[in-house]
């Protein structure tokens, strides 16, 4: 049996595109995000991650949340994401920190990535329509 990450992550948003991280170490790209941690919620878990891995600051209540959604971990072996989504838009400056190694921000025709399964199966296809 998997086991079982929760993670929030950001559809973040810059007019007609979306932000994508990749991880040091890794092909795929994904949302912004990262690990809820125990008594954290997850809208700040969002926030933190958010300024660890981008510098981007979050007002509480700025991120709108969207639902669940369950995937395979793109990063860990037999593992899947639960992850708590928000939407929500860019109001500054973002830049690779932490643990990231690259951002794109792409629009909704973009397809000549790889990305990560919650990614490419739930986020994307939601954010199209």
Do not use: C
Not at 89 to 98: M, R, Y
Request: aromatic share 4%; glycine share 8%.
């Amino acid at each position: 049996m998997p086991r079982t990450i929760r993670i929030a992550a950001a559809l973040l948003l810059s007019g007609e595109r979306t932000l994508l991280v990749r991880k040091r170490g890794t092909t795929t790209f994904m949302q912004p995000g990262g690990k809820i941690e125990p008594g954290e919620t997850a809208e700040a878990a969002l926030r933190r991650e958010l300024h660890e891995e981008l510098g981007l600051t979050v007002a509480p209540g700025a991120a709108r949340y969207l639902g669940q959604f369950t995937a395979i971990a793109a990063n860990e072996p037999d593992a899947v994401v639960v992850a708590e989504l928000f939407e929500l838009h860019a109001a500054g400056p973002v830049h690779p920190a932490a643990e990231i190694e690259e951002i794109r921000w792409i629009d909704a025709g973009t397809s000549d990535i790889e990305l990560a399964p919650l990614t490419r199966d739930h986020v994307l296809p939601a954010w199209r329509r």
